[in-house]
């Protein structure tokens, strides 16, 4: 029961294109159950220290909590350019921390030991992908995008996302905002299509390019224009002020 409860799940929210971490929640008391039964078997079997198939998972456990805020760091790196060095110096020793303590559970000889190890393991993987996945998710959503419309109050005659999908802008508009984000108003458009628009669009017609785009979008003007606002990873810029940069030309 529980293994369907987890795997039925699982491939529910796997189909799905779109989703928030949050809607994985449910599965988490029957993974957490069917983990608490194989150890309580272990340790009543007293087989923790020598079933070589425990030992591999283990170690594989280990080292994928060590590994994914590290793959994380790498992946802002090469995708965003976005990674401070304090950052991955935090991450590197909250993954030394989380080897050592496995390596200190695998010798134990205590069951009870074992468990509290794996309990350390888990919160100092957590808390180092609490340093990761807030910088992740500001370059892969437009939440603070969102949040800037949503301080003026009223939306732009045209918004633009450049190279960007708009499910996200619309999903954290406050709902006075969502409610004028018609397609003819909220779009998104490629930087040909861009530099199309802002000669025929309203003056204050708003193109926000994410921050890791900006040397490609500056290059197609003479200079570089000035920025209108910032929206965390976000760079607006009002289409009379990318006219006037196009008029350097």
């Given amino acids: 029961m529980l293994w369907g409860w987890f795997a039925i799940g699982l491939?529910?929210?796997s189909i799905g294109e779109s989703k928030l971490v949050?809607?994985?929640l449910p599965l988490f008391p029957a993974l957490a159950l069917i983990i608490g039964e194989y150890f309580s078997t272990i340790f009543r079997l007293k087989a923790e220290t020598t079933d070589s198939s425990f030992t591999f998972a283990f170690v594989i456990h280990a080292v994928a909590l060590?590994?994914?805020p590290l793959a994380g760091l790498i992946i802002l790196k090469v995708k965003f350019d976005d990674m401070p060095r304090l950052l991955w110096v935090v991450i590197v020793v909250l993954g030394v921390e989380i080897l050592r303590t496995a390596w200190r559970a695998l010798r134990s000889p205590s069951g009870d030991r074992l468990v509290r190890d794996i309990v350390r393991m888990s919160l100092v993987a957590v808390i180092s992908l609490m340093f990761v996945a807030p910088r992740a998710a500001a370059w892969m959503t437009s939440r603070e995008l969102a949040a800037t419309l949503n301080?003026?109050?009223t939306l732009p005659p045209k918004v633009w996302i450049l190279d960007e999908r708009i499910g996200?802008?619309?999903f954290y508009l406050d709902p006075p905002l969502r409610a004028e984000a018609t397609a003819d108003r909220v779009d998104a458009a490629s930087f040909p299509e861009a530099m199309g628009r802002l000669r025929v669009d309203p003056a204050d017609t708003m193109f926000a390019v994410r921050n890791n785009q900006l040397p490609r979008?500056?290059?197609?003007?003479?200079?570089?224009?000035?920025a209108d606002a910032r929206a965390g990873t976000f760079t607006l810029f009002r289409a009379d002020t990318l006219r006037a940069a196009m008029g350097a030309r």
């Avoid at 979008?217 to 000035?226: D, E, L, Q, V």
């Fill in 168 to 170: 996200s802008l619309i």
């Fill in 11 to 13: 491939m529910f929210l």
């Fill in 22 to 24: 949050t809607y994985a």
């Fill in 66 to 68: 060590a590994a994914l």
């Fill in 217 to 226: 979008f500056n290059r197609m003007f003479p200079s570089p224009p000035a």
């Fill in 151 to 153: 301080t003026a109050g």
